[in-house]
Structure formats: C-alpha cells, structure tokens
C-alpha cells in the first residue's frame, strides 16, 4: 500500500485549506468510511486530513435554529435531551461502537446503503455550512447531497434546521434486515407542519432509493393542503416512487425496494408502530 | 512519514511511531504486540476488534492509531486481574459462551462497556449492546445469558 501522509490539523482553517490546496486528500472524520476505504488499499488520495478543533463538536439548541457541528456523533446526539426527536435515526445506525465514532458530517458522504441520517436532514430542510479555501458557504442540503461527489475541497463544518413544528411533525422509519443493526433496505423520514389541521409544507425523504437521499416531491405535493387522512395518506404512497431510483445490493433488489417504498411511507403516515 | 505517538495502553503508558494511516488495530497488534483485539473484517461490520478508547467502546480496525494520543486504550488484555478472571469471563465459560473464540474478546469489551456504564441491564440493553458483534457460531443466546448472569454475580458481590 502506498504510505498515506497525515496532516494533522489544529483548527478548521488550516483543514480546510489542507483540502483546498490538495486535491487527493481526503477529510478524515470518525473513520467509519474513510478508514473502511484506507484498508482495502484505496488508492483515490494520498493524504488524510483531520483535526480536533472542539467547534465540530457543537451543539446548539438553545435558538429557534438547532446546530450541529459535523464532528458530533451519533452518541452525542442520543445523549441530548432536546434533540430526542433525531433519537430514533440515531439508535438505527450501527451498534454502540459505530455511533461512539460516526459523525453527522460524515454521513452526508455516506453512500446506500447508508446514510440514514442524511435523510433526516433532508426532510428537516437542513442548511449545511462549508467551508472551502478562506470562505465560508451555505447550501441547502438538497444542493448539497446532488453535487456531493464534486464537492472537493472543502469542509463540511455544521448543519443547521429549524426546530420541527411539533412532536409529531418529524416522523422516521427504517426498514432493515438485521435488527437491531442493519444497512437500510428503505428509510424515509417527513417533516409534517399543519395549520388548521392541514399539511403546509411537508417534506418526505427517502434513504437507499438512490445513491444519495433524494425527496418525494409527488408524495409532498400529494400531501398539500390536505388533512393526513387515509385519502391523503393513499394519494401519497401511490406517489412516492417518483423521482427515486434504487439499486441492486445485498440487502435488497431495486424492484423489492421500490415494491415496498410506498408501504413503508403509508406506515409512517399512518403513525402504525411496526 | 512516521509519527511518534503515546497513549496509555491497558494503564501502562506506551510510546511508539507510527505510520500516518495505521489503523489502532495494527499499532496494537504488530508493534505492541497485544493480539487480544482480532482482525475480522477491517470495514466495521464484524466487532471483532472492538475496544475501549476512554472508557466507550470503538473499532480499533477503524480508528485512527493518530488519533488516541493521550488517551486511554483498554482491550481485552486488561480484563483479568492475574490469575483473577473478569466476571464476564467467567460467565462467558459457565454459559460456553465461546465456541470459535474468534469474536469473543470483541464481545467482551462491548459487554464491558454496557456493564461499566449500567450494572442492571434489561435483556434488550444486552441485545443493543453486542448488535455491533458478530457471532456465526452461538446463535448469541448463551452470550446474552452469560452477560447477565456476570451483572448479576458482579452485584452480588458488590
């Protein structure tokens, strides 16, 4: 294997200009992708970037806007009360150990069958804060997530979303083969603010139905303006295969996740537990 | 480039160089010559390799040598007290709770970091805790019983 150099950084300046300038280097987070790609010998970058600058690990929600800096782990959300409603994402991924060192930052990198968290955020309609040679940006995730695989040279410092219009208003689920850890076979997730009893502005996200997390705008549109009864709920599962694309894995077929998409987002709508 | 490095290893602290993308598993296996956490998969899949960095269970196959510095690393050499065994150890022999052996010392540490954090654990917080470790051999039910009844004989002896 060719020796990989290690830049140490001490702030997430100096990594992001370590990434600017380099164009074979690769972040390195909490290992659980990168150091997977490091010992099968992957030989697409020569140099690993890391710092231990304590802002990564923040955690802000205290503010209408929750922030999380990409370098909290899935433990350090499950140990934060006020994030409760992001519990279940977090407890469905990994065991113990993957959650003691996977990031957030990290899992929007994350490619399918991974990435669960990611689509949490998309249907949360999270911001992500960059920061790529001296500037620093904001995209919508969405952006984000379709140009990730050109996103070099750059670093992912934070995501932010607005607090969920209520406690039922974020609605999760993952289907997955092994329980209680497993690669996702679907995962969606919605955001359903409602005024008046109505739906206005919902946003359903789908996991392992494409490469990234993608949204189900038909299933979203199908929801507008309507009550969540079973004519609104049946409207959207009918929907929900637009625009997704899934393929082939050890887990699952692409026609077996497309066949049970639209059941999976008909439970999470429902409220069914199961 | 090698990199020198220190940590603490099982309460001995230990100096070494390292090269930038050595994996901990490697540094503590090849150059410390602690062969108790086993290579299984090397992608985060198996827990094989699983020990504890600060008192929280991690994959040394996946973490950073680089990244432990100053830190405290328990694997499962520290488990017994010299001839003493752990009372998961003995718990795992009482209920043969091992049959290859080969993730036994992975389950061990995640066994150790559940009961180190909650002396009590419910059936279902034993299942959480080892879901990151693979075992193709038990069908996991005696390692489940042997975690137990090690929390129990540990609170009856507390």
Same mark, same amino acid.
Not at chain 1, 52 to 71: H, K, M, N, P
């Given at each position: 294997?060719?020796?990989?150099?290690?830049?140490?950084c001490a702030?997430?300046a100096?990594?992001?200009?370590a990434?600017?300038?380099e164009r074979?280097?690769r972040?390195?987070g909490?290992?659980?992708?990168?150091?997977r790609?490091?010992?099968?010998?992957?030989?697409?970058f !020569?140099?690993l970037?890391?710092?231990?600058? *304590?802002?990564l +690990?923040?955690i802000e929600t205290?503010?209408?806007? &929750?922030?999380?800096?990409?370098?909290?782990?899935?433990?350090?959300?499950?140990? %934060?009360?006020?994030?409760a409603?992001l519990h279940p994402?977090a407890? !469905?991924?990994?065991?113990?150990?993957v959650?003691?060192m996977g990031?957030?930052?990290g899992?929007l990198?994350?490619?399918a069958p991974? @990435?669960? &968290?990611a689509? +949490?955020l998309?249907a949360l309609?999270?911001?992500?804060?960059?920061?790529?040679?001296?500037a620093?940006?904001e995209t919508p995730i %969405?952006?984000?997530l379709?140009?990730?695989? *050109?996103?070099?040279g750059a670093?992912? $410092?934070?995501?932010?979303f607005a607090?969920p /219009?209520?406690?039922?208003?974020?609605?999760?689920?993952?289907?997955a083969r092994?329980?209680?850890k497993?690669?996702s076979v679907?995962?969606?997730?919605?955001?359903?603010p409602?005024?008046g009893?109505?739906?206005m502005?919902a946003?359903?996200a789908? @996991?392992?139905?494409g490469?990234?997390?993608?949204?189900?705008?038909? /299933?979203e549109?199908?929801?507008e303006?309507?009550p969540?009864?079973?004519a609104?709920?049946?409207a /959207?599962?009918? /929907?929900?295969l637009?625009g997704l694309?899934p393929?082939d894995?050890?887990?699952? !077929?692409a026609?077996?996740?497309r066949e049970v998409? @639209?059941?999976q987002?008909?439970?999470?709508l429902?409220g069914d537990?199961? | 480039?090698?990199?020198?490095?220190q940590?603490r290893h099982n309460?001995?602290?230990v100096a070494?160089?390292?090269?930038?993308?050595?994996?901990?598993?490697? +540094?503590?296996?090849e150059q410390?010559?602690?062969?108790?956490?086993?290579? @299984?998969?090397?992608?985060?899949g198996?827990?094989?390799c699983?020990v504890?960095?600060?008192g929280?269970?991690h994959l040394?196959c996946l973490?950073l040598?680089?990244?432990?510095?100053?830190?405290s690393v328990e694997?499962?050499?520290?488990?017994?007290d010299?001839p003493?065994?752990?009372?998961l150890?003995k718990a795992f022999m009482d209920h043969?709770?091992a049959q290859c052996?080969?993730c036994?010392?992975?389950? $061990?540490?995640a066994?150790?970091? $559940?009961?180190?954090r909650n002396?009590n654990p419910?059936r279902t917080q034993v299942v959480e +805790?080892?879901s990151g470790?693979?075992?193709?051999?038990t069908?996991?039910?005696?390692i489940?019983?042997?975690?137990?009844d090690?929390?129990?004989?540990?609170r009856?002896?507390?």
């Amino acid at each position: 294997m060719a020796p990989l150099t290690l830049r140490n950084c001490a702030t997430v300046a100096e990594a992001a200009a370590a990434l600017t300038n380099e164009r074979d280097a690769r972040y390195f987070g909490g290992g659980t992708l990168v150091m997977r790609d490091v010992n099968e010998g992957d030989l697409s970058f !020569s140099a690993l970037v890391r710092t231990t600058d *304590r802002s990564l +690990a923040r955690i802000e929600t205290t503010g209408q806007r &929750f922030v999380l800096g990409a370098g909290v782990t899935y433990a350090a959300v499950l140990a %934060e009360r006020e994030l409760a409603f992001l519990h279940p994402v977090a407890r !469905s991924i990994g065991g113990p150990a993957v959650r003691n060192m996977g990031t957030i930052g990290g899992n929007l990198f994350a490619p399918a069958p991974f @990435g669960d &968290f990611a689509a +949490a955020l998309l249907a949360l309609d999270a911001t992500v804060l960059l920061q790529g040679g001296y500037a620093n940006r904001e995209t919508p995730i %969405e952006d984000f997530l379709a140009a990730r695989e *050109r996103s070099f040279g750059a670093l992912v $410092l934070a995501v932010s979303f607005a607090r969920p /219009a209520g406690p039922e208003a974020f609605r999760y689920r993952k289907m997955a083969r092994v329980k209680p850890k497993g690669g996702s076979v679907v995962t969606v997730a919605a955001h359903l603010p409602t005024s008046g009893g109505r739906v206005m502005g919902a946003r359903i996200a789908f @996991g392992s139905m494409g490469a990234t997390a993608l949204r189900a705008k038909s /299933a979203e549109r199908a929801l507008e303006g309507r009550p969540l009864d079973a004519a609104a709920i049946s409207a /959207a599962a009918n /929907a929900a295969l637009e625009g997704l694309s899934p393929v082939d894995d050890a887990l699952a !077929s692409a026609w077996y996740r497309r066949e049970v998409a @639209g059941v999976q987002l008909r439970r999470l709508l429902s409220g069914d537990a199961s | 480039m090698m990199i020198p490095l220190q940590f603490r290893h099982n309460g001995r602290d230990v100096a070494l160089f390292v090269d930038g993308a050595t994996n901990l598993l490697t +540094a503590l296996r090849e150059q410390l010559g602690d062969t108790t956490p086993k290579f @299984g998969c090397g992608q985060g899949g198996c827990g094989a390799c699983t020990v504890l960095i600060d008192g929280a269970s991690h994959l040394s196959c996946l973490t950073l040598a680089a990244s432990v510095e100053g830190r405290s690393v328990e694997t499962l050499e520290s488990l017994k007290d010299g001839p003493r065994l752990h009372p998961l150890q003995k718990a795992f022999m009482d209920h043969f709770a091992a049959q290859c052996g080969y993730c036994t010392p992975g389950m $061990l540490m995640a066994a150790k970091a $559940l009961l180190d954090r909650n002396p009590n654990p419910t059936r279902t917080q034993v299942v959480e +805790a080892i879901s990151g470790n693979i075992c193709r051999c038990t069908g996991y039910e005696a390692i489940i019983e042997a975690v137990l009844d090690a929390a129990q004989q540990h609170r009856a002896s507390a």
